[in-house]
């Protein structure tokens, strides 16, 4: 089993296949190959290289991450949570750039709910007519999925 193991840094990692712990070589081989000129050639060797490094910050700012969610006794972690770790383990570059990404996902997000909703006739007019009528079937949801 130690053969499956590459670079097993702590106990946790025992037992965790290389194939399992590493992002996919041909998405970091597309990733690269976006970057350099069209006739640029990427060695087999660069990609295992850099799929290793990215791998390893993944792990590294999740790890900060999920760290600060245990503390807050949260089970998930966030978007924001990850541009928090990103600050503090000092790559406050990347951070405004991934906080203005997020946020226009949600935007986008958004939007791609209220068009769904939209597109299936639901009415927020009833809707909100139901929040006045049932107060606390909204606060009851809301506790629970806190």
Excluded at 69 to 95: H, M, P, Q, S
Aim: proline share 3%; with cysteine; glycine share 6%.
């Amino acid at each position: 089993m130690a053969e499956n193991i590459i670079g097993a840094s702590n106990e946790d990692d025992v037992g965790i296949k290389e194939q399992d712990r590493l992002l996919p070589i041909a998405n970091v081989g597309r990733i690269m190959k976006q970057i350099v000129p069209p006739n640029a050639k990427i060695s087999k060797e660069a990609k295992e290289t850099m799929q290793e490094c990215v791998s390893e910050f993944i792990g590294f700012v999740t790890s900060e991450a999920s760290q600060k969610c245990r503390k807050e006794r949260r089970k998930t972690v966030t978007g924001d949570d990850i541009c928090w770790a990103l600050a503090t383990l000092g790559f406050d570059n990347y951070e405004a750039p991934l906080k203005r990404y997020l946020h226009k996902f949600r935007e986008l997000e958004g939007e791609k709910a209220a068009n769904q909703m939209k597109a299936t006739g639901h009415d927020y007019k009833q809707e909100e007519e139901e929040d006045e009528q049932y107060p606390l079937k909204f606060s009851l949801i809301g506790r629970n999925q806190q």
